[in-house]
């Protein structure tokens, strides 16, 4: 974690730098500041440093120790829970289905969308519930 | 097969992983910061070509109106937070109405309520300006006010939603555990963010002009 860290502050300063060369080099050429590469040059150096500087708090609050995985292990090996994933669940399928009414509702006609709407409000509670309820209340 | 060593060089010591919804959520609300740019530069860069336009239409703006919605949101964003502190100590419910002892439900409840009134502060105004002649369909500034606030207020309901589904699960579960906590923290991350945010765009609309 610590050379991603390293890295994404490099980007940070990298893309400040550049946003500022930018808008300098934007206001002598043109006279005017070309604000659109400013900003999304500006907001990438953000970015960079938003989650360089989350993944710092993670790396100070598990005590900067290298994990095993990340020692001298092969992947397979120490796997680290990578979350909960299920391998069943219709849930993600089903809010595919309305958002897909939903959009299509946009570009065809709205009342595709009160179709889709509650689609995908019900696809969204049982897919945040599936392991909430029946066999896996806990 | 392995090539890993057999004796690794430190025995057993016990390693806090970093939590993977946690930082998931941060990178993509680092993908939401650049969605946000690009509506910025939106802004921008119509305000850039038409800035009689501007004048003419950020005077109908009501400042203090959007300055007290502020305050409200952002009042949100440390509700939520107190939530989290509650979370992190595994306490989903209160323990007595001194807000001291409240748990994450009460805390989000609370923060729902407020971020529920900045949404309908934010379609009254809406309202008053349509009244007033600034329309989606209007004009350049009409297109670049309501497209940029628009998505914002969306991303706000959206977070009223995770907020009630978040609250479900702390009443759905016997005992509040660390699941359940990491919920209502990256529940937590997307507010702050959206909250950070709307400052970025209440500096820029109401205050820039």
Redesign the interface.
């Known amino acids: 974690m610590k050379s991603n860290i390293v890295f994404l502050t490099v980007f940070a300063v990298f893309f400040a730098l550049a946003s500022a060369v930018y808008t300098v080099w934007n206001y002598l050429a043109e006279g005017k500041i070309e604000i659109v590469g400013t900003v999304a040059i500006g907001l990438s150096a953000i970015l960079a440093a938003f989650i360089g500087f989350f993944l710092n708090l993670v790396n100070r609050s598990q005590g900067g120790i290298l994990l095993p995985e990340d020692r001298d292990a092969d992947i397979d090996d120490a796997d680290p829970e990578l979350g909960h994933f299920s391998p069943w669940s219709w849930w993600p399928f089903m809010i595919g289905v309305g958002l897909f009414l939903v959009f299509l509702g946009l570009a065809v006609g709205i009342w595709v969308m009160f179709i889709g709407v509650p689609f995908v409000l019900i696809s969204i509670v049982g897919w945040v519930y599936e392991y909430y309820r029946g066999n896996f209340g806990h | 097969m392995?090539?890993?060593?057999l004796s690794?060089t430190t025995g057993h010591?016990s390693?806090?992983?970093?939590?993977?919804?946690?930082?998931?959520t941060?990178?993509w609300?680092?993908?939401e910061?650049?969605f946000?740019?690009?509506l910025?530069?939106i802004y921008?860069?119509l305000r850039?070509s038409s800035p009689e336009l501007w004048a003419e239409q950020t005077a109908k703006l009501n400042f203090p109106y959007a300055l007290t919605n502020t305050l409200i949101l952002v009042a949100s964003s440390f509700t939520a937070q107190f939530g989290v502190f509650a979370a992190e100590r595994l306490q989903s419910r209160r323990t007595s109405w001194n807000p001291s002892r409240w748990g994450m439900i009460e805390w989000f409840y609370l923060s729902y309520a407020l971020g529920a009134i900045f949404v309908a502060g934010q379609v009254y105004e809406y309202a008053k300006l349509v009244s007033e002649g600034v329309m989606f369909n209007g004009d350049a500034y009409g297109t670049a006010f309501y497209i940029t606030t628009g998505f914002h207020g969306l991303h706000v309901t959206g977070g009223l939603?995770a907020f009630l589904?978040v609250i479900?699960?702390a009443y759905?579960?016997?005992?509040f555990?660390h699941?359940e906590a990491t919920s209502s923290i990256v529940v937590s991350y997307y507010w702050h963010f959206v909250d950070v945010v709307w400052i970025a765009l209440f500096l820029v609309i109401y205050v820039l002009k």
Do not use: D
């Not at chain 2, 392995?2 to 060593?5: D, G, K, M, R």
């Not at chain 2, 390693?15 to 998931?24: C, D, I, L, Y």
């Open positions: 392995s090539t890993a060593s690794p010591v390693v806090s992983r970093p939590n993977v919804v946690a930082v998931g941060i990178v609300l680092g993908s910061v650049m946000f740019a690009g910025f530069a921008f860069t850039a939603i589904l479900g699960r759905s579960v016997k005992h555990g699941k």
